[in-house]
């Protein structure tokens, strides 16, 4: 590090978890990675070299890039990717965003070892809208397999069924103490007592929506994805991936106990029979006497949807004189979209030992019932240069057909996907809201919607099939949360909105990352507006050759 620019190096190395050894892909050597720190409105360089073998991207979670989506990392969408031996110089342009983001690799499942924070300081000389914490604590969970992450996702594909389950979840790149051979390496946080600590929570997770808790403890949120919110105290919180969430912890516990803080998957559709990630909250000065294990804190069940929506439905922006919000009130441009688990027909010659989906399917998955289809180009330099049959530009604004989104029953012909490199493309300015509607085609799910360059108003959710008469009027467009990430409810819908005035090619996915796999992805392609500062910027002479 040297006056905000930084060398980074993806390569790999050899670590020991769950009692065996591994060599996984890391920035640095370091795992989970490096933390990068700066203040609001700073540019930091990052050049990148990839050391390893296989190409990489990385992408700056959350950070809005303005005008410059030539740095924002997604592989064939702002790049092509950077190949073993390359070398690519980017820029992290960060302009209101404070709090925590992150950063991660944004090429195949690469990121599940290729991760880190971003915190973000307030301006110099400015402060938090909370008291100033006596420390700050990133903590970053996430999953780890035993098998190799290329190997398993080779298989996964090939296969066209379920991907394999993780053989653990992981606090600060350790399993915890209640897995095996993971007891030195468990996560311990030291604190005084009487005092306030900022943790800023990221999910590192890929596939798994996760409960986090701390025993006899509240956590506090105060911010989220970058941006400040409205103090919400409770239990528990529930993150997905994709997602950071900044807390207030209060040591306020006699502290002659040790405890455990826990994170557990609380969805999807797979059955988990692993146990949950802990660190170790212990308090300075008071050593644990008995031989007692350190308490646990009760966190809600699997599949509780209640809990979960419970959560993340009470979160509220911090709108107020000092941090005003602009939520659009007046929308050009209305989408909705399904978020749905499809079907797709085995290749003909294909044989059924290769088609492990439903029915003798492969699965696949869809956003209006396009499944993306990676290109081999990316689209922003395609876009840039005038290079046709990359990408097409008819994403459509509203489902295909419509039928009973989430019904019980659904018919096979409705559960096929259609393929397609289609983006949607928005005026300058245009003001956007888009509903997100969850399919019960081949099962429902909770989905964590991204969306690249932008931070979105989440203004609206429900269950079952979003109601385009009723549903608006309930709508809050006073602190709807300001995110990036959002879970859509299982069988149910969610209604964003925001205005495109950074002009670029932005990817929005579901982050889990099966289903990124399974194409349910598209790509915003905002025009450039009218005046100079409204265009998107040249891009940097050392673009990856594709
Ligand atoms: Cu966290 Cu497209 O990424
Ligand atoms: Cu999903």
Redesign the pocket.
Known sequence: WLNNVAWPQVREVSINRLCESKKILTVNGQFPGPTIYAHKGETIIVDVYNKGKYNVTIHWHGVKQPRYPWSDGPEYITQCPIQAGGRFKQKIILSDEKGTLWWHAHSGWQRSTVHGALVVYPKQGTTYPFPKPHREIPIIIGEWWKEDIKKLVDEFVASGGQSRNSDAFTINGQPGDLYPCSKNGTFKLEVEFGKTYLLRFISAVMNELMFVKIANHNLTVVGIDGSYTKPLTREYIMITPGQSIDCILKTNQKGDQYYYLAARAYSNGTTFDNTTTTAILKYKGKDHKTSSPPLFPYLPSYYNTTAAVNFSGSLRSLASKKHPIFVPLEIKERMIST?SINAFPCPANGTNSTCQGPNGTRFA?SMNNISFVKPTYDILEAYYYHINGVFGTKFPSFPPFKFNYTADYMPLELEISDLGTEVKVLKYNTTVEMVLQDTNLVGS????MHLHGYNYYVVGWGFGNFDEKKDPLNYNLVDPPRVNTIAVPKNGWTAIRFKADNTGVWFMH?H?ER?ITWG?KTAFLVEDGEYPEERMLPPPPDMPPC
């Open positions: 978020i998955a799910l909770d989905h964590p579901c889990i289903h349910m």
